[in-house]
């Protein structure tokens, strides 16, 4: 997800009156007059679903069943899912609020993976680097079929969030479905207390190239890949493989920092809001590595601020990119918190890459198509620390062997237009 860092745009969208004597259709009467453009239909739409509210609470059989909340987050759910930004513009809860935040800070209890929706089925979109969900092998596209044996086919995502996330030191048991081979596995896992890593780095063994991880774009990314990108030229490295695989996105104003490092002008992207109105958004200036070869790393698991960069990187043809074709999340979501605390993420604006390119539902695609095996784990900086450079390169991470490749290749590139000159 991409979220806009600009506190003005985090404003009260609607009210939502909570109480054990809500008025149905009150309420829904001002959610749609707040909520929605103004139509014709406004008033009779809110009289439908109050009616619609009244007739199961008189009628459904099940009257244990009739809960007033889950009916007004099932409502307010149902409204954004009939947007169609499957997998972005959502609805949370307030105790998906609270994760939320304690995500944007680099710290929270679960088990360390981004899901979303996608064709009416609960998709992981990524697992968090040195989680228990990686642990599990995990991987991005895998579909939560089930949660400690229970079927969740019919549960919306607050619910699925909630069952997931627990007190630390307590088990969940996920089955997922490989969507590649239909394959259904049962994976346990322990809830922990997660510390983000979002920026990691080791030279890989044998080579001058450095694995540059950036694992998330949560706030202060920017500063620890500064940092990074110092050490990285202190100890002499030639090139850069930028590793954006599984990373979710994060705050705009971190992907647009972190792409400005790499690029000396231009933009790094541009927005087109309702209006279709196109707005570029450029480089920042003083970035630390404008000048040494990179290689950019994206999968599906890549998405949002990820795709941003990768994007900027590729348009710019100032880095290949190597993997698989990137997540799609090509809009950016503001936060329009409710008054019991929930709130709703939608997409205000369609970011393009700045060549124009959308990839909303679309992503960007590699320059080098490389498929990671199914038994294969993602290579992460820490692990090659204590590797030598045979075990680095018949790794079954081939998206980083591929990227390392490639690397090469810019790096001789780049050393013998400097003898030309």
Request: proline residues 5%.
């Amino acid at each position: 997800m991409l979220y806009q860092a600009n506190g003005d745009s985090l404003r009260r969208l609607l009210q939502v009156f909570r109480s054990a004597k809500w008025n149905w259709s009150a309420g829904l009467m001002l959610l749609l007059a707040c909520g929605c453009r103004s139509t014709p239909k406004e008033g009779p739409d809110a009289r439908l679903i109050s009616q619609a509210w009244n007739t199961i609470q008189k009628q459904y059989v099940n009257q244990s069943a009739v809960q007033p909340n889950d009916l007004t987050y099932g409502a307010i759910e149902g409204m954004v899912d009939a947007l169609g930004d499957t997998g972005h513009s959502t609805f949370l809860t307030p105790s998906m609020v609270e994760e939320l935040e304690l995500v944007q800070r680099g710290e929270f209890k679960g088990v360390g993976i981004e899901i979303n929706m996608k064709n009416g089925r609960v998709v992981i979109v990524a697992p968090l680097d040195d989680s228990p969900a990686q642990r599990a092998g995990l991987r991005p596209g895998d579909i939560i079929l089930k949660i400690n044996e229970q079927d969740i086919t019919d549960w919306g995502m607050g619910k699925v969030v909630e069952k997931i996330s627990g007190r630390s030191g307590t088990k969940v048991t996920l089955t997922v479905q490989d969507p590649q081979t239909d394959k259904t596995r049962e994976v346990t896992m322990v809830r922990t207390s997660i510390k983000l890593h979002e920026v990691s780095w080791a030279e890989l063994p044998g080579t001058k190239i450095a694995h540059l991880r950036v694992a998330t774009f949560d706030a202060g990314v920017t500063r620890d890949l500064r940092k990074a990108l110092s050490e990285i030229e202190r100890e002499g490295v030639q090139g850069i493989i930028l590793d954006l695989r599984n990373n979710p996105g994060g705050l705009l104003d971190e992907a647009i920092s972190t792409a400005s490092q790499f690029l000396k002008e231009g933009n790094v992207l541009l927005a087109k809001d309702a209006k279709g109105e196109v707005t570029p958004m450029p480089v920042e200036k003083g970035g630390t590595a404008t000048a040494i070869p990179i290689v950019v790393l994206v999968n599906e698991g890549s998405a949002s601020a990820a795709e941003i960069v990768a994007g900027a990187l590729q348009d710019a043809h100032r880095a290949p990119v190597v993997g698989q074709t990137t997540f799609g999340t090509g809009t950016v979501l503001s936060e329009f918190r409710l008054a019991d605390g929930s709130a709703l993420l939608l997409a205000v604006e369609e970011w393009l890459t700045p060549n124009g390119t959308s990839f909303w539902h679309k992503g960007i695609k590699p320059n080098v198509a490389v498929t990671l095996p199914s038994e294969a784990q993602i290579l992460l900086p820490s692990a090659e620390k204590v590797m030598n450079p045979f075990q680095v390169r018949t790794n079954q991470d081939v998206q980083l062997v591929k990227a390392l490749e490639v690397a090469d290749k810019e790096i001789a590139h780049k050393q013998s237009n400097s003898v030309t000159r």
